[in-house]
Nanobody, 121 residues
């Protein structure tokens, strides 16, 4: 059983940056899986933000964050990062990481508890 814990959220100004971390414990064997970041804003559904296939390092991004967010991994620490730059108020949400076997949200499980990101205008 893998356990994922997010951290690094907080308050940022428009145009600012934050770096989120997703640390894994337990069974951290990730080969063949994708680690994804999702977000959920108040009153909205959970949406995919970015993902990285652990084995190949191939990344995927939502159109809304391309060019602003970067997902990366640290193999020896079983940690995935989400570097968020040029933040906008619409990036305000609770951010979650999860482990998945595909790109559909239904392919993901082992959700973390989430970390709040608030971007002020």
């Amino acid at each position: 059983q893998v356990r994922l814990v997010e951290s690094g959220g907080g308050l940022a100004q428009t145009g600012g940056s934050l770096r989120l971390s997703c640390a894994a414990s337990g069974r951290t064997f990730f080969s063949g899986f994708i680690i994804g970041w999702f977000r959920q804003a108040p009153g909205k559904g959970r949406e995919f933000v970015a993902g990285i296939w652990w084995g190949s390092g191939t990344t995927h991004y939502a159109d809304s964050v391309k060019g602003r967010f970067t997902i990366s991994r640290a193999n020896d620490q079983s940690t995935v990062y989400l570097e968020m730059n040029s933040l906008k108020p619409e990036d305000t949400a609770v951010y979650y990481c999860a482990r998945g076997s595909g790109l559909s949200s239904t392919d993901f499980g082992s959700w973390g508890q989430g970390t709040q990101v608030t971007v002020s205008s």
